[in-house]
């Protein structure tokens, strides 16, 4: 099945600094990266996705890069605020077809955003 | 639109008796899942149902039962609770294509003495 490594585990960054989070996976049927993130007590939140067929996708201060060929995909946030400070988890989806597809998730990476 | 909910929210057990964590979504969604979340090692698949009617094992099935009571309800049951079933569960759901995101509950702590 797939497996999906996550780094670092813990990152802390000054506000403002730019903070990316990198993560492989093995099966190269995945086709489909989303990123969540998790703040304290709540439940996980996609903020952004990208497919197999894109290399970058940016939605304003976050952007997310994949590498089809070393299979890994980055997420980068800049300007980071005091309210980016979360875990969040990278994913890979895999399946056979039709509605068959499931999320193998990292690890999480815990960002503490200092003021 | 309510999306994921899940009952109960918290939920203390000693060891060996049972429950039924219940999920359900008003999304239309065709799939379904539950996840465990401990400390230090993410999400982890319970089991899903990829459409109503189909139920398979995730990575971490050992101890759980589910069913997919019908479109939007999907149950997860511990016959015989432990304490390394002591944890948070999330239930999930998605449309069914690849590129779809996938909906998160707001959890249900369980401790099990």
């Known amino acids: 099945g797939e497996n999906v490594e996550q780094h670092p585990s813990t990152l802390s960054v000054q506000e403002g600094d730019s903070a990316v989070i990198k993560c492989t996976y093995s099966d190269s049927a995945s086709n489909y990266f989303p990123w969540y993130k998790q703040e304290l007590g709540k439940r996980p939140q996609l903020i952004i996705d990208?497919?197999?067929?894109?290399g970058e996708k940016k939605d304003q201060r976050i952007a997310v890069t994949l590498n089809k060929t070393a299979k890994h995909f980055s997420l980068h946030i800049t300007e980071t605020q005091p309210e980016d400070s979360a875990v969040y988890f990278c994913?890979?989806?895999?399946?056979?077809?039709?509605?068959?597809?499931?999320?193998?998730f990292g690890k999480g990476t815990l960002l503490t955003v200092n003021p | 639109n309510a999306g994921v909910t899940q009952t109960p929210k918290f939920q203390v057990l000693k060891t060996g008796q049972s429950m039924t964590l219940q999920c359900a979504q008003d999304m239309n969604h065709n799939s379904m899942y539950w996840y465990r979340q401990d400390p230090g090692m993410g999400l982890r698949l319970i089991y899903y149902?990829?459409?109503?009617?189909?139920?398979d094992k995730g990575e971490v099935p050992n101890g759980y039962n589910v069913s997919r009571l019908n479109k939007r309800e999907f149950s997860l049951r511990l016959e015989s609770a432990a304490p390394s079933q002591t944890s948070v569960y999330f239930c999930?759901?998605?449309?069914?294509?690849?590129?779809?995101?996938?909906?998160f509950g707001p959890g249900t702590r369980l401790t099990v003495l």
């Open positions: 149902s990829a459409s109503e009617g189909t139920t």
């Open positions: 990208i497919r197999s067929n894109v």
């Open positions: 999930a759901s998605r449309a069914g294509s690849a590129y779809n995101e996938q909906f």
């Open positions: 994913a890979a989806s895999s399946g056979s077809g039709g509605s068959n597809y499931k999320l193998t």
